[in-house]
Every structure is written in C-alpha cells, then in structure tokens.
C-alpha cells in the first residue's frame, strides 16, 4: 500500500468500483487503518464505514463476487466481530488444529 494512508487507499478502491458501476453512489469511509500486525503483503485493513447500509452493501458484493480483486490482488472483506465472540472462537483453536492435522495426514 504506497498511498499516503490506509483512508486514501481505501476509497481510491471503493471509488473505481463506483465508476465501474459495483455500487450507484460513492461510499463514505470514516477511516480505514492498517491492523498493528506486522505482517508481509497481504496486509489487513480495518474500515470503518460511516453508515451501517453500506457495510451491508459491501459484504452482499463479496458473497456473490467470484472474482474480487483490486490492482491485480485478490481481495476479501471480511464483517467485523466483537471481541467476545472472538474470544469464544478462538478457544476452538487447539480443536480446528488437530482435525486439520488429522485431515491432511500430519498428525
């Protein structure tokens, strides 16, 4: 992300899937931060939407888009959850790893 911020890019994105009739109106963004992780490209982005209509907008196009990139990368949105829930799933963590070993033959 070369851009002068997280914010800019963002809805320099959601501006050209407006143009290329993705959505009927531009989209307000409050602001759009990269996460504290560091992390190699690929790189998480928080974005926060000003209303909650678009957010719904949003993740509508990414569940029936096949396809959805940006500048030749391959892009996924994901909904925020509250970090309760995040918690309680996460506590399936040890469970998810051992079936995935057991799945792929590593275990």
């Not at 992300?1 to 890019?9: I, P, Q, R, V």
């Not at 809805?11 to 959505?23: A, D, H, I, N, W």
């Not at 949105?77 to 590593?106: C, T």
Request: aromatic share 10%.
């Amino acid at each position: 992300m070369e851009e002068t911020s997280a914010t800019d890019y963002v809805l320099r994105m959601f501006t050209k899937l407006v143009e290329e009739g993705v959505f009927n109106k531009a989209l307000d963004v409050d602001r759009a931060n990269q996460s504290l992780r560091a992390e190699e490209p690929p790189r998480s982005v928080i974005v926060g939407m000003h209303k909650f209509q678009e957010k719904k907008r949003i993740l509508r196009w990414t569940k029936s888009t096949q396809d959805c990139s940006w500048e030749g990368n391959q892009v996924w949105i994901y909904q925020d959850i509250e970090a309760d829930l995040a918690k309680w799933l996460a506590g399936f963590n040890r469970v998810k790893a051992v079936l995935f070993r057991a799945r792929s033959g590593l275990g």
